[in-house]
């Protein structure tokens, strides 16, 4: 069974641009989240899908980051426009069921975000 | 106060000990805690759930959990080199099973 997977693995931008990380949760999983870590900080909750709604978007940053999942399959977080505190690892994770004890998600690589 | 706090470490036992890694947190009706173990530049993965007091046990790691001291740990029994890794607690926020707080992270080096 194929993990989540994450694309790109690293990108670096500069100041203003616009970047969209995509995520692939495990095949079935109707629960995909949207981590970031930043530099020397722990990992950090943004939001929480359930299928293609947002169940929790109470850890989104700012109204510069938007994240859609249509479609309830792959989703994209898009940075718009990029700031320099923008930079880290942005992590999603899937899991199976949601609103159960034990829900355990199941990260991605990770996409290194560089913004110069 | 910090929501989960570990000790950062570095944590060095020698190859063959038991390596223990420790966990508190904040929010007493958290109900669901999670150890994920974090090679450098790779993704946590998942290793242990807990959620009942008490002891869990899968192969090599032991997760005991105390709600009413707010603790839960992870024993690593055997320590081999590849388990020299940082080590997350992560846990769940109130009353929502699907949010999670982690926390800073142990680092643990194991000794040939």
């Known amino acids: 069974e194929a993990g989540v997977t994450q694309f790109p693995s690293h990108s670096v931008i500069e100041k203003g641009q616009t970047v969209t990380l995509r995520c692939d949760p495990i095949?079935?999983?109707?629960?995909l989240y949207w981590y970031r870590r930043v530099m020397g900080k722990e990992i950090k909750f943004l939001l929480h899908f359930v299928k293609e709604s947002k169940q929790d978007e109470s850890g989104m940053p700012n109204n510069r980051f938007l994240a859609e999942r249509t479609g309830g399959t792959y989703s994209t977080l898009k940075v718009q426009p990029a700031e320099l505190e923008d930079s880290g690892v942005y992590f999603c994770?899937?899991?199976?069921?949601?609103?159960?004890?034990?829900?355990?998600?199941?990260f991605g690589p990770g996409t290194r975000l560089t913004v110069l | 106060q910090k929501e989960v706090e570990q000790n950062s470490g570095p944590l060095s036992v020698p190859e063959g000990a038991i390596a223990s890694l420790n966990c508190t947190y904040s929010d007493r009706v958290s109900q669901s805690f999670f150890w994920y173990r974090q090679y450098s530049g790779k993704s946590p993965e998942l290793i242990m759930s807990?959620?009942?007091?008490g002891d869990k046990e899968d192969g090599r790691f032991t997760a005991q959990l105390n709600k009413a001291s707010q603790y839960v740990s992870l024993l690593i029994r055997d320590s081999q080199p590849s388990d020299s890794a940082t080590y997350l607690c992560a846990v769940n926020i109130g009353t929502s099973y699907d949010k999670v707080i982690f926390g800073p992270g142990t680092s643990l080096s194991v000794i040939p």
């Open positions: 807990i959620y009942s007091n």
């Open positions: 095949s079935g999983h109707d629960n």
């Open positions: 994770a899937s899991s199976q069921r949601s609103g159960v004890f034990l829900n355990e998600q199941f």
